[in-house]
């Protein structure tokens, strides 16, 4: 007699069994993640129905022609920076975002390129019906393309029509959250059918050799299984970040088994869909007070690409015990290392201030080369003058006070000179460049010495 299916619980968070329901997972610490469901297999019974094997055939490191050699271009040069250098036949993609932040109009736009190039491009939408897909396009201005598009949700009729003439060779699936599998009773969206989900469609992509995207919505509140549980699954993985009250979006990659993982894709969302933008620092650096006080400009890197932003500081006498620290686009950690090291090397205390530190731009920055930039900001602001306008600042403070030489010095260079730039505030250990130098540089050694950069206070 068959034994009967067992249940188990599944955590929503991180996707990891457990025989028994607990009010935290083991696993990830979340609080009440854990749900039920049926026919999901208990931890430790995998290995009792175990077969007996074949033997599988080896295979030589050595091959001539691998996938990723014979990439092809998305049609979106920012996609194919980030992806690094275009999407391989037979990889499988995801993109994360939160809802609303632009995920169906790039793909469809992508979708649109490759499809108006000759290749075959499908598109399942389980989320939006054909009318609305379409009137996207038409407002994207891509109706005309010869796009494939199918609305449903049911993994069997994806993978009938999938395996219903030629490979296409890009296969969009919007979004994995929404699919559902026959004989899984759990409800979409759950951690067991997401899975399940994902891997049929990984597989199929594998194995016919088309390029597979999957769009996963990031949610705050954990009702639905998050991207996260099908990372592994895939080759690449791209987040879609950005404001909603800034145009911009920007595609960051965080695993990519075809190419580097720093490079960003700059988009901004207009009327007509999104714009990419190829000089991104005109973007960050847009009608900057640069009279204001606290205002500092960062050249900073990301991958390769040059990017210029304002930070901003203000610095107010707190009226509070404990005074207040707060930070946008940049880490919180970081800004209380540097009041700390301001305080105790370079003599000047925000003990009795509110802090506050903004990225123009809504742009998240994690380089530590942005040290140098705040701490200028911080100053200019606690001191209450301006810095002179046509300075960037660059450089990594370590806790001794030392001002630390960062990457890449002569590309920040450049572009701080080519954005109007006359003068750099620098490690004084920064490398010279191959050519004569296109901004006049201030070297530092200390974080003391930025003192000497500030202006003299009004009278
Ligand atoms: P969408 O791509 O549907 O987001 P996602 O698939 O990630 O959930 O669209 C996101 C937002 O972009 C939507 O609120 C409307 C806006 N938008 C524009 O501003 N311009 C456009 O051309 C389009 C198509 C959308
Ligand atoms: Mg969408």
């Not at 028994?20 to 610490?29: D, K």
């Not at 699954?233 to 960051?252: A, N, Q």
């Not at 006070?401 to 260079?413: E, I, Q």
Request: proline letters at 6%; hydrophobic letters at 45%.
């Amino acid at each position: 007699m068959p034994r009967p299916a067992r249940n188990a619980y599944v955590c929503q968070n991180c996707g990891v069994t457990a025989a028994r329901w607990t009010g935290r997972c083991t696993a990830c610490n979340e609080w009440n993640s854990l749900v039920e469901e049926v026919g999901a297999t208990p931890p430790g019974s995998g290995l009792a129905t175990a077969s007996k094997g074949r033997v599988l055939q080896l295979e030589s490191l050595s091959v001539a022609d691998t996938p990723a050699m014979r990439r092809f271009s998305s049609g979106s040069s920012e996609l194919d920076r980030v992806t690094g250098g275009g999407i391989v036949p037979g990889s499988a993609l995801l993109i994360g975002g939160e809802p609303g932040i632009g995920k169906s109009t790039l793909l469809l736009e992508v979708a649109a390129r490759l499809a108006a190039a000759g290749r075959r491009a499908l598109y399942f939408s389980g989320e939006e019906a054909a009318a609305q897909v379409r009137l996207r396009a038409e407002r994207l201005g891509v109706a005309s393309a010869p796009v494939a598009l199918a609305c449903d949700s049911n993994l069997a009729n994806i993978l009938a029509t999938l395996n219903d003439g030629p490979a296409p060779d890009l296969v969009i699936v919007d979004s994995i959250q929404t699919l559902w599998v026959d004989g899984l009773e759990a409800a979409p969206g759950t951690v067991a059918q997401v899975r399940a989900a994902a891997h049929a469609l990984v597989r199929f992509a594998k194995a016919s050799g088309s390029a597979l995207v999957l769009v996963g919505h990031v949610t705050k509140d954990g009702q639905i299984a998050g991207p996260k549980l099908v990372e592994h699954m895939v080759d690449t993985v791209l987040y879609f970040e950005g404001d909603r009250g800034h145009p911009y979006r920007i595609l960051r990659a965080t695993k990519n088994r075809f190419g580097a993982t720093d490079e960003i894709g700059v988009f901004e969302m207009a009327g007509e869909g999104l714009r990419e933008v190829a000089n991104a620092s005109e973007l960050f650096l847009p009608d900057r007070q640069a009279s204001a006080p606290g205002s500092a400009v960062f050249a900073g890197i990301e991958g390769t690409r040059p990017i210029l932003v304002e930070m901003q500081a203000l610095v107010v006498p707190s009226g509070l015990g404990t005074p207040r620290r707060a930070v946008v686009g940049w880490d919180s950690n970081r800004l209380a290392m540097l009041l700390a090291v301001l305080d105790a090397r370079a003599g000047v205390s925000f003990a009795a201030q509110d802090v506050y530190l903004n990225v123009a731009g809504g742009l998240k920055i994690s380089e530590p080369a942005a040290d140098v930039a705040a701490a200028a900001a911080l100053l200019s602001s606690i001191r209450n003058v301006a810095l002179a306008a046509d300075r960037v600042f660059m450089g990594e403070i370590a806790l001794s006070g030392a001002v630390r030489a960062v990457r890449h010095t002569p590309l920040r260079l450049k572009e701080a000179s080519k954005l109007g730039f006359k003068a750099a505030v620098l490690p004084a250990a920064a490398e010279a460049g191959a050519e004569r130098d296109p901004l006049q540089r201030r070297g530092l050694a200390h974080v003391r010495d930025l003192l000497d950069v500030l202006p003299p206070p009004p009278p």
